[in-house]
């Protein structure tokens, strides 16, 4: 039998699997979980893996995953979470504006290089003051100037070591009989470097370096415990003020440029404008207003699935589009029929309208992306990603970042209170098409029904468990994307869009069964890990 094998070197080799184009261009809406990526050549280490990607035209992350902007998932704790460890968050709007602006301020506050416009009081102001901005910023060491401005005299400095010993009685103690005068301080003038200013702090051992100008006037403040951000956390996504990157989401709805006005002022980063059903005229018209008022800002659209929708929101100037329609876990949008139908009007009616609109996940994000990246414009893979695995693909399909919301919910760093049901720890987690969360009026405008008499659910409720912290979680997707990346032969994300828009990544469809060997199979019991 051996003279019928083939033996030696030979250059031969049968093309196998599909390309991107003949798996995803045959009419048929393929989901993640529908075909695998054919295995590369190895020769590098998985640790070599560039994870660097674009989010916007001009925002690029180190690590390719955002946090999506749901009430159950992002405000200022997740957002400085993911932003420490590369990627970025946007905070929610289901709330009122000043309380997103709040969450984006103390995003933004979190890790700075020389701080502009620093929080200050006046000698006059009372230690209940330091106290209340405390709990509103998280800090307690603020300059105190001569009229309380940020930009006055500077006088001395107060942190919490000067009246952690003070009796509850005593908070009303002026600023100035307890903080630590000028004559006491280090400080640097205007014409320091950040690096001389961080060997200063360093050497000193104080927790703050203010900057003054020839006339002793505040003019910025460095943080000593920004120094050891910048070592626990090399990745940290940054502007160019050194502060963390933060994005906020707000609707296409008139009253919320007052919303984006606030957001602006605390420094947001990004927006997404935040709708089901991003092609309609609202959209278009609120993405040319922020272009035209916030020329630097960057602005999202979104979200889509086809390519007419992305082409609507590119001509109308947006600088990242949102790829997702009824993929998520908690989204009923694609769903054709239900038993029941809720009427919020009427709360003895259970159950969901649903819509029978949307697109399978692969498919969207493949179509939207191959158009988009002839404008310049990243796409952002929204909702369907259940693990790493369908990161992987959701990338390799032309997406540059990957945005999360089930698989980042019940998280250390998530909003809501833990609790236990049947000895399982777990969180609330909802959809913001959901009744539940349309009770509050911002998430009525995504949906475009904050006018109806009758609210049609989108999206449910429910929960999901404890993952823990995602300083420990977002590592391990990490650390699984590059594996998947190595595997394929991929030593950057930049190349393997590359590589399936050349054809050299190969693809192959999965039938059900397929499906069923490539989980775990066969055996009488087993233990999976819940990270």
């Given amino acids: ?265 605390a420094g947001v980063d990004a927006v997404i404008l935040d709708s089901s059903q991003g092609n309609s005229i609202y959209q278009i018209e609120m993405v040319k207003y922020i272009k035209q008022t916030y020329q630097d800002l960057q602005v999202i659209g979104g979200n889509v699935v086809t390519a007419a929708q992305a082409k609507n929101l590119i001509d109308a100037g947006v600088d990242g589009l949102r790829v997702g329609m009824g993929s998520g876990s908690i989204c009923i949008t694609q769903e054709e029929m239900s038993n029941q139908m809720t009427v919020l009007a009427e709360p003895h009616v259970s159950g969901s309208y649903l819509m029978a609109v949307g697109r399978p996940q692969a498919t969207a994000v493949y179509k939207v992306a191959e158009y988009a990246r002839r404008f310049g414009v990243p796409v952002i893979a929204d909702g369907g990603i259940q693990n790493v695995g369908h990161i992987t693909k959701a990338l390799a399909l032309g997406a540059t970042t990957v945005m999360m919301g089930s698989l980042l919910a019940a998280t250390s760093e998530s909003p809501g209170e833990y609790f236990y049901s049947d000895g399982v720890r777990l969180k609330k987690y909802r959809g913001m098409g959901s009744i539940d969360a349309m009770e509050n009026r911002a998430s009525q405008a995504r949906y475009f029904g904050e006018k109806d008499k009758v609210r049609v659910a989108q999206g449910v409720s429910g929960s999901v468990q404890d993952k823990g912290s995602i300083h420990t979680f977002i590592p391990y997707l990490v650390s699984g994307l590059q594996h998947g990346c190595q595997d394929i032969g991929a030593k950057s994300l930049s190349q393997l869009r590359s590589m399936m828009y050349t054809g050299e990544l190969r693809l192959e469809k999965r039938t059900a069964s397929a499906q069923v060997e490539g989980g775990v199979h066969g055996l009488h019991s087993f233990e999976k890990p819940h990270v």
């Fill in 1 to 265: 039998m051996t003279e019928y094998l083939i033996s030696g070197e030979t250059s031969y080799v049968p093309e196998d699997g599909l390309t991107a184009t003949q798996l995803l261009n045959n009419g048929d809406g393929l989901t993640y979980n529908d075909f695998l990526i054919l295995p590369g050549f190895i020769d590098f280490s998985a640790d070599q893996v560039d994870m660097t990607s674009a989010l916007t035209k001009k925002i690029s992350l180190k690590t390719p995953m955002v946090s999506s902007p749901m009430d159950t998932v992002t405000e200022s704790d997740m957002a400085i979470g993911i932003a420490l460890l590369g990627g970025m968050g946007f905070i929610h709007a289901n709330c009122t504006p000043e309380k997103q602006a709040s969450y984006v301020r103390r995003v933004k506050r979190y890790e700075q290089g020389f701080i502009q416009n620093p929080v200050t009081l006046g000698p006059k102001n009372t230690v209940e003051d330091v106290k209340l901005l405390k709990t509103q910023y998280g800090f307690s060491g603020i300059p105190i100037t001569e009229d309380g401005l940020s930009n006055g005299r500077l006088v001395g400095l107060v942190s919490s070591r000067d009246f952690d010993f003070l009796p509850c009685k005593d908070k009303g103690v002026l600023l100035e009989k307890v903080m630590t005068p000028l004559s006491e301080l280090i400080f640097a003038d205007t014409s320091v470097t950040l690096a001389e200013a961080n060997a200063t702090l360093s050497k000193s051992k104080k927790g703050k370096l203010p900057i003054v100008d020839k006339d002793g006037n505040l003019v910025s403040l460095i943080a000593r415990t920004d120094l050891k951000k910048n070592r626990n956390f090399p990745l940290a996504s940054k502007d160019d003020h050194k502060q963390l990157l933060c994005g906020a989401a707000i609707s296409t709805h008139e009253e919320d440029r007052h919303r984006l006005s606030l957001l602006v002022d």
